[in-house]
Each structure stands twice: as structure tokens, then as C-alpha cells.
């Protein structure tokens, strides 16, 4: 099977069923199989071949999956773009990619049209003020079956970008059968059905964005598209569509929650599952969750690398977090049934039950390399599985329990810390909403740690930090000390909603020190 047929396979089955719905407008699977023929022999047409790199660059709107449909049927290797990227960055990425092509949304035009004159073809959606007009092209493309005879589930599906800890990004490279099989472990671990409604608020161009508009769809499911996220618009969603699962990060969690708490009674009872990742939600959280929206809450882990997903924390797992299990307070749960997780050393042993080291995953799901960084591949793609960069340990019940990336590690002292651990502990005070903790130099311990807070509307910081700073000598090591609480009203994140960590240290540092840092690292 190939990413391709899904559309196809659906089309087939459940030809005038909705699949896709966004602003009032409805294709069934019918129709995205249509459009996804004949946007690939539009690409054909062009000149395109198998293998031909082109960049998407689009909002969320309904012709995110027939896009994606598409360029596989055709063989073509998609490569989405965060939208949020500077003009120079998306020259790197097509640059980079060797892209030939792009699809870009009218209202991305005026940001990046002066990066994509030179291509071999370009299409315009909602629009022609630089591209042929999507439509227009569409309806003048042949709908016969695109699918070239030499393409295999091996052959390369889409190319990710993914921001690395220093220099440029680089693309993440992610077969068909890699991303089939995250379908359907997605799939099996969300209890998914073909009588699914799910919403989609979260950017279709992260790496979580490509796995849901697969396993989404994978079994004939319909899929509701909202162009951003906006949390009274999500309540009205799920009680006049009857949606059933969605995906937050916590963030947007509280906000709606907020919302149900302060306005009249809404229906909610529609929604079975919410997905969500980037951080930990707190029992009293999940436990409100539960009871304003009547439904489950799941967490997942994972990262572009593997596909998207190796863990998951389950609804009973949250109910038994809110009945008292400490023990897994700072999981993000156990292996999904297509993956195995070890815990390793630097020499790649395998480390006993609660001691900390590098993941490693095994999984079908897993990407394949990084596009044209053959040293980079062979270090983080071995035969033993994904070396994730990323490091923490498992328990007793084989709960995965991340400390933090080897990159945000932070050696105090000659002493080894692990932002995670005091983020825990200070996200755990009633007062605060979101806490990063990172690393700045110190010219006496190397590094120190700093802890930036967002608290709950106004506190008086002077009593805040006083409790911060008691929770934490009671809680923490004294290495792991933060030297100092910052208050800030919002964190910077990235489009999947992670915290921008480098971001909050680089506005931590003074230029100064900032240089000295360079120059000791060179």
C-alpha cells in the first residue's frame, strides 16, 4: 500500500461520505480523490517526475490532504513549510531540497513570492497574482490514475524541516511505509473509527500536521478544519459538527476549559478523546478537563524523527493520575504497540529500570535519514534504532519519563541537571500556568539554571518567588537550584507548540556573555 491509495481505497468505499470540511465548504471522499488525480497530473503535465521535490506553503484549508494525496499518488516528495519562517529561511528549504516546484496560499504570496520566481512550476491557492490558479489547474488536469509503476512503499513520501540546536535546519526524510505505519499505530492507540469527526487546529505543516492528515483519514474518517486556533470557535465546532477527538498542547487546553467555566452550559457530549503533547498536564487539570468536557485525555511523545509518535499516556492512565498514581505524574507514557523503547549509555548498553540515558526507538514508523547530511544520518539513524537526542528513563512499569534533550542538559557545577526535573516541581505551585527552565552561563559553575514563569493573571511576584524558591530547596538538589525566577506574561513557541527554549536563553544572556559563550564553545 502506498500514502496514495487512502484516498483512493475511501473514495471507493465511501464515495459521498464528507471527508474533508473547512469554512463551509465539503468535499466527500469522492471528491478528494478527484482532485488528488487530477492536481497530480497537473504536476505531471508541468514536467514533474518521480522524486521531484515541491514545497508547500499554506495555512490550514481543505486542500492540505488532497495536496498530500496527491504529490503521493504522483511520487512526488512534498516538503511543508512552517509559515512563520523568514523569507531567508524558506530559501534554505528550497535550496536545500533541491525543490522544483511550489504550491502557496495567496495570502503567503506577498511574505515569500520573491523566493519562488524560478521554478519550474507554481500554483496559486486562491489566486494567480504570481502562481496558475489552483483551481483553474485542477479543473483542467486529466483524472486518470497518476501512480507511476516504479514507486514503492520505500520510496520517499514527504521531507520535513526540522530546526536543529544550532546552524540551519534540515530535512527530515519519511517514506510511505514509514508513514503508513504511523497511521495505523496512531490509529490503534487513539481507538480510532471510520464514524470519527475529528477538528484540526494545530498547523498541517509540523510533523504532528502530516501523521493526523494520514491517520485522520486512514480509515474513511471526516476531518473539520479551523484556520487557527481560537478556543470559543472549538467549543462551537464540536457541539454543532458532533465532533469526537481533537489535539491541543495544554495551553489550549486551560483556555477552553476557561471558557466552559465562565459561559453558559454547552454540549460536549460528542467528544470522546483529546490528544495533546509538548508538556505534562497537571492532575488538577486533567481532572477538570475531564469533568467540564466529559472526555478523555491522552498524552503522546514523539518527535519528527520517529514519525511522529512512540508513546502514549492513556485516558485510563489519566484517571488513575487523578485518583492518586504519582508515579507517573511525570510520564508520557508507555510504548505504542508498533514501537520499543531502550534506555541506553553513550556506548549504546542498555541501563536498568530508573536510571537516566539517551532514547532509543525501534519502529516501522521511524524516518529514514536526513536529506543530504550523510554524518548526521550515521549518527542518529543506526541499526540499534532512532538515537532521539533525547534523554530520560523508564520505571519499573516501563513508563517512559523524560529528563530532557542532551542539548538542553545543563552542567552546573560539574553536576549533570535536567530541566524537566525542576520544571516539575515548580509547575506543580498553584500560581503558575507555564515554566521553562534553561541554562545560562556562570562564570563560577559553568552553567546555571533560570527559571521563566507565566503566572496565573496577577500575583505578587516578591510572595511567588519566595514559595518558588522554598518548593524548590524541599523538592531539588542544591545544584539544581534555579539562580533566578523571571516573570513574563507568555513564552515564545513554536507552530507545534513547543516551548522555544533557545529563544527564552538568548533573551537571558547579556551580548557580552553571549560572545565569551562563542568563544569558549569554538
Not at 516541581?425 to 527552565?437: C, F, K, L, W
Amino acid at each position: 500500500m502506498l500514502v496514495g491509495d487512502i484516498s483512493t481505497n475511501n473514495a471507493r468505499r465511501y464515495p459521498d461520505k464528507p471527508a474533508v470540511v473547512e469554512s463551509g465548504r465539503t468535499h466527500t471522499w469522492g471528491d478528494v480523490d478527484e482532485r488528488a488525480r487530477r492536481l497530480a497530473n497537473h504536476m505531471h503535465a508541468t514536467g514533474l517526475r518521480k522524486g521531484d521535490r515541491v514545497i508547500v506553503i499554506a495555512r490550514n484549508c481543505i486542500e492540505w490532504p488532497e495536496i498530500t494525496f496527491a504529490f503521493a499518488k504522483a511520487g512526488l516528495v512534498t516538503v511543508p513549510v512552517n509559515i512563520r519562517l523568514a523569507p531567508d529561511e524558506l530559501a534554505h528549504v528550497r535550496d536545500d531540497s533541491g525543490a522544483v516546484a511550489a504550491v502557496v496560499h495567496t495570502d503567503q504570496v506577498e511574505r515569500f513570492g520573491s523566493e519562488l520566481g524560478d521554478l519550474k512550476a507554481l500554483l496559486e491557492i486562491g489566486g494567480s497574482t504570481m502562481g496558475a490558479d489552483y483551481e483553474t489547474a485542477l479543473r483542467a488536469a486529466d483524472d486518470s490514475d497518476p501512480t507511476p509503476e516504479s514507486l514503492r512503499p520505500d520510496d520517499i513520501q514527504f521531507i520535513l524541516y526540522t530546526s536543529g540546536t544550532t546552524g540551519r535546519s534540515k530535512g527530515v526524510i519519511n517514506t510511505h511505509r514509514g508513514m503508513l505505519a504511523q497511521a495505523v499505530d496512531t490509529s490503534l492507540v487513539t481507538e480510532a473509527n471510520r464514524s470519527d469527526v475529528f477538528l484540526a487546529t494545530t498547523p498541517f505543516f509540523t510533523a504532528g500536521g502530516m501523521v493526523r492528515t494520514l491517520s485522520w483519514t486512514y480509515l474513511g474518517q471526516t476531518m473539520v478544519i479551523h484556520k487557527r486556533f481560537d478556543p470559543q470557535a472549538v467549543i462551537d465546532e464540536i457541539e454543532r459538527s458532533g465532533v469526537t477527538f481533537t489535539t491541543f498542547i495544554p495551553t489550549m487546553l486551560q483556555r477552553t476549559l476557561r471558557i466552559l467555566e465562565e459561559g453558559p452550559a454547552r454540549d460536549m457530549s460528542s467528544l470522546r478523546r483529546i490528544s495533546y503533547g509538548s508538556a505534562p498536564v497537571p492532575p488538577g487539570l486533567a481532572k477538570k478537563a475531564m469533568d467540564l468536557l466529559g472526555c478523555d485525555l491522552q498524552q503522546r511523545y514523539g518527535l519528527t524523527e520517529c514519525g511522529g509518535q512512540a508513546t502514549i499516556l492513556t485516558p485510563q492512565d489519566h484517571r488513575d493520575m487523578v485518583d492518586g498514581k504519582t508515579s507517573i505524574l511525570t510520564s508520557c507514557g508507555q510504548e505504542t504497540p508498533m514501537c520499543s523503547i531502550r534506555i541506553v549509555d553513550a556506548d549504546g548498553n542498555d541501563l536498568p529500570t530508573g536510571e537516566v540515558g539517551e532514547i532509543v526507538i525501534v519502529s516501522e514508523a521511524n524516518a529514514v535519514g536526513y536529506w543530504k547530511r550523510p554524518d548526521q544520518t550515521k549518527q542518529s539513524f543506526r541499526p540499534s534504532g532512532l538515537w532521539s537526542g533525547d534523554l530520560g528513563f523508564l520505571d519499573a512499569e516501563r513508563y517512559l519519563h523524560i529528563t530532557g534533550r542532551k542539548t538542553d542538559m545543563i552542567i552546573s557545577g560539574g553536576f549533570n541537571v535536567y530541566p524537566a526535573e525542576i520544571e516539575r516541581v515548580i509547575g506543580h505551585h498553584p500560581a503558575i500556568e507555564m515554566v521553562a527552565v534553561v541554562g545560562i552561563p556562570d562564570p563560577e559553575w559553568g552553567e546555571t539554571p533560570i527559571a521563566v514563569v507565566v503566572p496565573k493573571g496577577d500575583v505578587d511576584e516578591d510572595a511567588v518567588t519566595a514559595e518558588l524558591t522554598a518548593l524548590c530547596r524541599a523538592e531539588l538538589a542544591g545544584y539544581k537550584q534555579p539562580r533566578r525566577f523571571e516573570f513574563r506574561t507568555e513564552l515564545p513557541l513554536g507552530p507545534a507548540g513547543k516551548i522555544l527554549k533557545r529563544v527564552i536563553a538568548d533573551s537571558l544572556v547579556p551580548a557580552p556573555e553571549k560572545v565569551a559563550a562563542s568563544q569558549v564553545s569554538s
